[in-house]
């Protein structure tokens, strides 16, 4: 079969998704040192490794034969498979749409290529057209607010290329069009020159400004952005889109601080163009902007290409603005952190200082500002509890009616975590901060907050979302936990921090009441106080001597069952027989399994009410719109795509979309918890079936 011509955004998409180190690794035992991973070459006989993967730069190279090249040349010479072949195989991989080229395509591709070339040409001579004037006597303005205002040395406005546009309405029009020869509407495309809207030609974009260039990651000019030097609106301009910048691809400043980013395994993120000069000036050269909008997931996906830890620091502004930024950027990257693809972190500087302040400031000197920032570096709190003090901070605590409002807003928060555990450590985490010093209000406080996030996420208790298999194994896996309970004390303390971490609850009604009769059980025998809490040491001996582990529950439930309803159902958990008894020989494993089969059920019944939600709310948008056919193949597309954006329908309520934008957040966002489920080294169905 003949492979089809590919599109050049599929192979980018491809070279952009595959992680070299991975690939390689499939083929080949690799051992870390430094940046680069080393291990024996697959392409010659050697005992001394001498092959190298560079997963920063992309590539991989043999010092013994020379073979080099990068993730896709590696499998088409090691498996002598063509280009195509081998990219259509990593696209499949990785869930990558597959577009191809006819001839008409290939032309206009062609013609894509040399637009972008002289693009890139035309802004090469622009930025050198602005540094010029910068050093001109109508550059002083600009010279002064750089040196004095900002306070930057001449080897970092050299460093960054910065520049002037003079004044006139077509000095730089004149230069590209009128000397240098280029097309007005090639200039025009550069986003360099608008066309008068009344009588013909054109004028310069950028006048009496500042110039920044944007750089792509290669060091190539792709934009400027334009500070005003007077009183003009607004206060920055950046280029327009164009072939070749999309501001949302792009993070300022990335070309110089790549290598950076890899050496000390960390990316720090600000607001502004000088927030950047001034880091790198200071001496942290990891730092990036972008470019004034919101961080996007494209964005910090790009960052994440270079640093190993995963580890990126939002320092975006302490004012409303930039409180508002760090929320939607937290927005974009929740569910990579979720995943553990990302360890986001929230610097917030004092006095409601952005970057470029802090280091401009008068007062101290700049070592003393860098030990500073260093140190702030380090301690800067993960989003999610940056979001927590942000929270608590709003309220005082002191009055009762905005304490229960803080509680509730932080209910909220947490009931948006899908991860069990994460939910139950941070629920402690804000008992702790609500609390203080109250180790007993710690206590009281947890448990009320544990129950307002469980009203805030939709567990699947109805039936109506449960399968026949579900009732079985949720059965099974209840009947080992406490089976487990009851017989090995000395694993108790471990069913317990798992039922809590995983948030799980018993779901059918005799085994809640088992469970209720234990808890009762061990607080008598420790006269009211919690056994498991640091009131009671698990293992402190009582004041008959017996060990909480050592608790003879059984007999102590014989007695409680005579007059119970349930006691036929709780009877057999009570007794071991030759086949209970076996699955008492590895209960951690047993512990594992039945949690994540009981959290999986109720990820899963979630899953299915959500994806019922969305039909509904397709349905009802359906009816409301005359184009049904071609709507619902639309949106049938998006639920889909995970990646793709809701955009404003004509004649369909924003309220109706921005709920789709949600279930479909949700619906992935559990997905993926369930995948992690799936890579925990828990007992199949099966297995945990033939404990029972």
């Known amino acids: 079969m003949q492979i089809p011509h590919l599109h050049p955004d599929t192979i980018e998409a491809v070279r952009q998704a595959v992680n070299i180190v991975d690939v390689v690794a499939e083929h080949v035992v690799l051992r870390k040192r430094g940046q680069e991973y080393v291990g024996c070459c697959p392409f010659h006989e050697e005992k001394t490794p001498s092959f190298t993967v560079n997963p920063v730069k992309g590539f991989y190279y043999c010092f013994g034969c020379g073979a080099g090249g990068n993730a896709i040349t590696f499998l088409m010479e090691l498996q002598k498979r063509s280009f195509a072949e081998v990219v259509l195989e990593l696209a499949q991989r990785h869930q990558i749409p597959v577009r191809t080229l006819d001839s008409e395509q290939k032309q206009a591709l062609q013609a894509r290529l040399s637009l972008q070339e002289q693009l890139y040409e035309i802004l090469a001579i622009a930025t050198s057209f602005y540094e010029h004037a910068l050093r001109q006597p109508i550059g002083q303005t600009a010279q002064d607010y750089l040196q004095w205002q900002r306070q930057l040395k001449e080897d970092t406005i050299q460093q960054f290329r910065l520049g002037y546009a003079p004044a006139g309405w077509q000095v730089?029009?004149?230069?590209?069009?009128?000397?240098?020869?280029?097309?007005?509407?090639?200039?025009?495309?550069a986003g360099l020159i608008m066309p008068r809207q009344t009588g013909g030609g054109y004028y310069d974009r950028f006048r009496d400004r500042l110039m920044i260039p944007i750089m792509d990651a290669q060091g190539r000019v792709v934009g400027f952005g334009g500070r005003t030097l007077g009183n003009a609106e607004p206060k920055y301009l950046n280029s327009p889109e164009t072939?070749?910048?999309?501001?949302?691809?792009?993070?300022?400043?990335?070309?110089?601080?790549?290598?950076?980013?890899?050496?000390?395994?960390?990316?720090?993120?600000?607001?502004?163009?000088?927030?950047v000069m001034a880091l790198h000036q200071a001496g942290f050269?990891?730092?990036?902007?972008?470019?004034?909008?919101?961080?996007?997931?494209?964005?910090?996906?790009?960052?994440?290409?270079?640093?190993?830890?995963?580890?990126?620091?939002?320092?975006?502004?302490?004012?409303?603005?930039?409180?508002?930024?760090?929320?939607?950027?937290?927005?974009?990257?929740?569910?990579?952190?979720?995943?553990?693809?990302?360890?986001?972190?929230?610097?917030?500087?004092?006095?409601?200082?952005?970057?470029?302040?802090?280091?401009t400031d008068d007062g101290e000197s700049l070592e003393v500002r860098r030990d500073r920032y260093?140190?702030?570096?380090?301690?800067?709190?993960?989003?999610?509890?940056?979001?927590?003090?942000?929270?608590?901070?709003?309220?005082?605590?002191?009055?009762?009616?905005?304490?229960?409002?803080?509680?509730?807003?932080?209910?909220?928060?947490?009931?948006?975590?899908?991860?069990?555990?994460?939910?139950?450590?941070?629920?402690?985490?804000?008992?702790?901060?609500?609390?203080?010093?109250?180790?007993?209000?710690?206590?009281?406080?947890?448990?009320?907050?544990?129950?307002?996030?469980?009203?805030?996420?939709?567990?699947?208790?109805?039936?109506?979302?449960?399968?026949?298999?579900?009732?079985?194994?949720?059965?099974?896996?209840?009947?080992?936990?406490?089976?487990?309970?009851?017989?090995?004390?000395?694993?108790?303390?471990?069913?317990?921090?798992?039922?809590?971490?995983?948030?799980?609850?018993?779901?059918?009604?005799?085994?809640?009441?088992?469970?209720?009769?234990?808890?009762?059980?061990?607080?008598?025998?420790?006269?009211?106080?919690?056994?498991?809490?640091?009131?009671?040491?698990?293992?402190?001996?009582?004041?008959?001597?017996?060990?909480?582990?050592?608790?003879?529950?059984?007999?102590?439930?014989?007695?409680?069952?005579?007059?119970?309803?349930?006691?036929?159902?709780?009877?057999?958990?009570?007794?071991?027989?030759?086949?209970?008894?076996?699955?008492?020989?590895?209960?951690?494993?047993?512990?594992?399994?039945?949690?994540?089969?009981?959290?999986?059920?109720?990820?899963?019944?979630?899953?299915?009410?959500?994806?019922?939600?969305?039909?509904?709310?397709?349905?009802?948008?359906?009816?409301?719109?005359?184009?049904?056919?071609?709507?619902?193949?639309?949106?049938?597309?998006?639920?889909?795509?995970?990646?793709?954006?809701?955009?404003?329908?004509p004649g369909v309520a924003p309220e109706r979309l921005e709920k789709l934008e949600k279930l479909r957040h949700e619906y992935y966002q559990n997905r993926q918890y369930l995948q992690q489920l799936d890579q925990q080294r828990c007992l199949s169905l099966a297995a945990i079936r033939s404990y029972s």
């Open 243 to 275: 072939p070749i910048f999309n501001k949302g691809q792009l993070l300022f400043g990335l070309d110089k601080a790549r290598q950076a980013i890899v050496q000390k395994d960390q990316a720090i993120v600000v607001e502004g163009y000088f927030d």
């Open 172 to 189: 730089l029009y004149t230069y590209l069009v009128e000397q240098k020869g280029y097309p007005a509407a090639l200039v025009e495309q």
């Open 374 to 649: 260093q140190t702030l570096l380090e301690q800067a709190p993960l989003w999610i509890e940056w979001q927590i003090q942000n929270i608590i901070q709003q309220y005082d605590l002191s009055q009762g009616d905005q304490f229960y409002e803080a509680t509730q807003a932080l209910s909220r928060l947490l009931g948006k975590l899908p991860n069990a555990a994460l939910r139950s450590h941070y629920i402690h985490f804000c008992a702790e901060q609500l609390a203080g010093s109250d180790t007993r209000a710690v206590l009281r406080l947890e448990e009320s907050l544990r129950q307002q996030v469980r009203g805030e996420r939709w567990h699947g208790r109805s039936q109506k979302w449960q399968r026949p298999a579900d009732y079985n194994l949720r059965q099974a896996a209840e009947e080992q936990l406490l089976r487990l309970y009851l017989h090995r004390g000395e694993y108790r303390l471990l069913i317990r921090q798992t039922l809590k971490a995983r948030d799980i609850e018993f779901s059918f009604s005799h085994h809640r009441w088992l469970w209720r009769q234990i808890l009762a059980i061990e607080e008598e025998h420790c006269a009211g106080f919690d056994p498991y809490t640091a009131e009671w040491p698990l293992h402190s001996p009582t004041e008959t001597g017996t060990q909480l582990t050592d608790l003879d529950l059984v007999t102590s439930l014989f007695d409680r069952l005579e007059a119970a309803e349930e006691a036929s159902l709780i009877t057999p958990l009570l007794h071991l027989d030759e086949t209970t008894a076996i699955s008492l020989n590895r209960p951690e494993l047993v512990i594992q399994a039945a949690a994540a089969a009981l959290e999986r059920i109720d990820i899963e019944k979630r899953c299915r009410h959500i994806l019922q939600s969305w039909r509904e709310t397709v349905a009802l948008i359906l009816s409301e719109s005359p184009a049904r056919e071609t709507l619902r193949y639309y949106l049938d597309h998006l639920l889909a795509d995970s990646n793709s954006k809701i955009d404003d329908i």
């Open 285 to 359: 050269t990891q730092a990036v902007a972008s470019l004034g909008t919101a961080l996007s997931q494209a964005q910090i996906k790009l960052l994440l290409r270079y640093t190993e830890s995963k580890q990126i620091i939002l320092n975006f502004d302490a004012d409303p603005a930039g409180q508002r930024a760090a929320d939607r950027a937290i927005g974009e990257a929740a569910d990579l952190a979720y995943r553990g693809d990302l360890r986001l972190r929230i610097l917030t500087l004092p006095a409601g200082k952005d970057a470029a302040d802090f280091f």
